[in-house]
């Protein structure tokens, strides 16, 4: 058996990005489209991932009709901590650039996007297999699949690859036309939900001689933490003993704070580097988001950075199915581009800062912390801080 599609725009993958993108697309009244996607809905809307949304995140999802509950259920943010050697000091991202962030779990988002599209009765193709993109250097590429065990045709105009860092799409390219950037840190995130109200009212990053830890939040009753561990660290090797004795190690020297414990009900471990494949576009293949580029996850940058990339093929599409125009689509990655390498930068930049690597000789370290106290004393300091973590006013 087979089934046949003919779409307009054929994306690959239901994260934030492809479902953003078939949101827009649909808003712009191109509703050919159809998104396949390899996990279950269930799958999707449970992941655990990002918290925290830039203002111009914001701002397109309430333009697109699906920041009701972000605004109802997320939490606007002022000011960031940073802490190092015992003491905790606070930028004022809104006092220094007039501009906050929402920590809104990234699965919400899913769930609103999810929601919208089926409003729209244009769910996504969940659970497929075997996804492949053919012919996409002609005019008609087609994307394959399996789904319960039926091979399915998405016949496309184009197809956008929107399918994360581990997805087919970008390997589709040919290997000599991908001009790729790779770094890949000696040490990753392990990452725990817990049962407690906010230990620290604003997120607070943090830099300790034993290594990383970042205290998030998620809702007045759940806290998100997470801190640095082995590169090779697994969810089994954190028994709730060793993560606390972690997390009091990095933290408890701070001045005057104290962390609250609870009950952690999740824990996940997260992988570090950063990415650019520098051809976005390939014949008839786009790449948006993850499948494209990758940060590291201090900067909180990966989501933002998706929705940078969708405003501009947002644009392209519907300029090609009103005027016929294909000029946006070909520039699309010289554009993308041109918006990554700064927030690849930051991340970079805020990694290297407040982590510990093992060849870190003392006076690298005491460098790091010299950075450090410029950044949170000086006024011109905290606001290249602010810019770069509260990411482009404009786009
Ligand atoms: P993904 O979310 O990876 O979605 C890709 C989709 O494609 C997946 O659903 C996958 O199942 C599907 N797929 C893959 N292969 C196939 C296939 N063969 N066929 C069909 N479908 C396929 N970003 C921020 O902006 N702010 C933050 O605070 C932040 N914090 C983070 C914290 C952590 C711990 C982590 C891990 C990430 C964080 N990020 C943050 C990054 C953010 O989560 C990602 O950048 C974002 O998920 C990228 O979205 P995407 O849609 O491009 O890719
Ligand atoms: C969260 C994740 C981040 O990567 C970050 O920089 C800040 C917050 C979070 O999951 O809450």
Redesign the pocket.
């Known amino acids: 058996m087979k089934s046949v599609t003919r779409t307009q725009v054929g994306i ?7 479902l953003l993108l078939s949101h827009l697309l649909c808003i712009a009244g191109i509703d050919s489209v159809v998104v ?4 279950s809905r269930a799958e ?1 809307e449970s992941t655990i ?5 830039e203002q111009g995140t914001m701002d397109l999802l309430d333009s697109a009709g699906v920041g009701a509950r972000m605004h109802a259920e997320g939490a606007v943010h002022h000011g960031i901590a940073l802490a190092f050697e015992g003491e905790r000091r606070r930028i004022d991202l809104t006092g220094l650039t007039g501009r906050a962030i929402t920590v809104y779990a ?1 699965h919400e988002v899913i769930k609103d996007l999810v929601a919208a599209r089926e409003a729209a009765g244009v769910l996504p193709v969940f659970e ?1 297999t075997d ?1 492949r993109i053919e012919d996409m250097d002609t005019e008609k590429p087609v994307v394959r ?1 399996v789904r319960d065990g039926v091979d399915g045709a998405l016949v496309c105009d184009y197809v956008v690859g ?7 799409s970008r390997q589709t390219i040919p290997v000599q036309a991908r001009e790729e950037f790779e770094r890949v840190y000696p040490f990753g ?1 392990f ?1 725990i939900l817990v049962e407690a109200p906010p230990s620290s009212e604003e997120l607070m990053y943090a830099r300790h001689d034993r290594g990383f830890a970042l205290v998030s939040t998620r809702s007045p009753g759940i806290q998100r933490m ?1 801190f640095q561990c082995g590169p090779s660290e697994s969810v089994e090797s954190g028994r709730t003993r060793k993560i606390w004795e972690e997390l009091h190690t990095r933290l408890d020297s701070i001045d005057g704070w104290k962390i609250i414990k609870g009950k952690i009900f999740q824990k ?1 471990i ?1 992988g570090m580097r950063s990415f650019v494949c520098a051809t976005m576009r390939y014949g008839r293949l786009l790449l ?4 494209a580029h990758i940060v590291p ?1 201090t900067g ?7 929705v940078n990339n969708l405003r501009l093929l947002a644009k392209a599409f519907a300029e090609l199915y009103t005027t016929g125009s294909q000029e946006r689509l070909l520039s699309y990655s010289h554009n993308a581009l041109r918006r990554v390498w700064r927030p690849e930068h930051f991340s970079w930049w805020i990694t290297t800062m407040l982590h510990n690597f093992d060849n870190a000789t003392p006076f690298h370290q005491r460098l790091l912390v010299a950075q450090l106290d410029y950044l949170t004393t000086s006024e011109a300091g905290a606001r290249v801080l602010s810019e770069n973590y509260l990411g482009p006013l404009t786009h």
Not at 162 to 168: K, L, S
Not at 300 to 306: E, H, I, Q, S, V
């Open positions: 690959i993958g239901a994260g934030p990005a492809g396949v996607e390899s996990r999707m991932r990002a918290g925290v949304l990234q497929v996804t699949y929107c399918d994360g860092f581990h997805g087919p995130w990452g997470y996940n997260v948006a988001g993850d499948a996850p909180a940058k990966g989501l933002n950075l998706a």
